[in-house]
């Protein structure tokens, strides 16, 4: 059973241009989050996410930044008009949170670390 | 201040010292996790808590709920466990499993 991937790795953008972060959940997951870890700074909440539907997108800034889980494929994180300060690390977690169950293990990616020059 | 307050920031040790991390919260929650980030920036998830002790390998963790405290320890420390931990937890507010994270305790076991 593979583990929640993420590609690319490491992506590096030029000021104005568009990043696109894609994010497969572990094998019966359907719930992701996104999380940023700007450099020197902890990891923060950006948006959680189930098959098709965006539950909570209180962390994300309100403009560029868009999120979505479609019914096929991965998840995708879109940056558009990139800027300097979006550089950091963005992980993405799933967990199977089944109704009834309050409390699940989130399974986290190994991150994409984008660099826009 | 903080949701999440984990200290000390920054731990060095020697090799086989028994070490001791915490954190502190502010809201209710329904789970605590402890999150260990590898100097190459992977992130793997240790413990989850709601209430009481656990306990994998050198590794225990703790929670107090009333006195909104965990504590992870680490038994016979080596120089592979250096690395940040991470300390997260849900708030009963909100929606999901979304995780409120402290800011890291710099863990480096010297041999």
């Known amino acids: 059973n593979a583990g929640v991937m993420q590609n690319p790795r490491h992506l590096v953008r030029r000021r104005g241009q568009e990043a696109r972060l894609r994010c497969s959940p572990m094998?019966?997951?359907?719930?992701v989050y996104w999380y940023r870890q700007l450099p020197e700074e902890g990891l923060k909440f950006m948006v959680y996410l189930q098959k098709e539907n965006i539950i909570d997108e209180s962390g994300m800034p309100k403009e560029r930044f868009s999120a979505e889980f479609p019914k096929e494929g991965p998840s995708i994180l879109r940056i558009q008009q990139v800027v300097r300060g979006d550089s950091a690390a963005y992980f993405c977690?799933?967990?199977?949170?089944?109704?009834?169950?309050?409390?699940?293990?989130?399974?986290f990616g190994p991150g994409t670390r984008l660099t826009v020059l | 201040k903080n949701e999440v307050e984990q200290s000390p920031q920054n731990l060095t040790a020697q090799e086989g010292e028994f070490i001791t991390i915490n954190c502190s919260y502010s809201v209710g929650i329904s789970a605590l996790h402890w999150l260990q980030q590898h100097p190459g920036g992977g992130i793997v998830s240790l413990f989850m808590l709601s209430s009481g002790k656990k306990k994998h390998g050198r590794l225990i963790a703790t929670i107090n709920i009333q006195e909104k405290h965990s504590s992870l320890h680490i038994t016979a420390s080596h120089p592979r466990d250096s690395a940040v931990y991470i300390c997260a937890v849900r708030s009963r507010e909100t929606s999901g499993s979304r995780l409120t994270f402290g800011e890291g305790t710099q863990l480096t076991v010297n041999p």
């Open positions: 094998k019966g997951h359907s719930h």
């Open positions: 977690a799933s967990s199977p949170l089944y109704e009834g169950q309050s409390t699940d293990t989130q399974y």
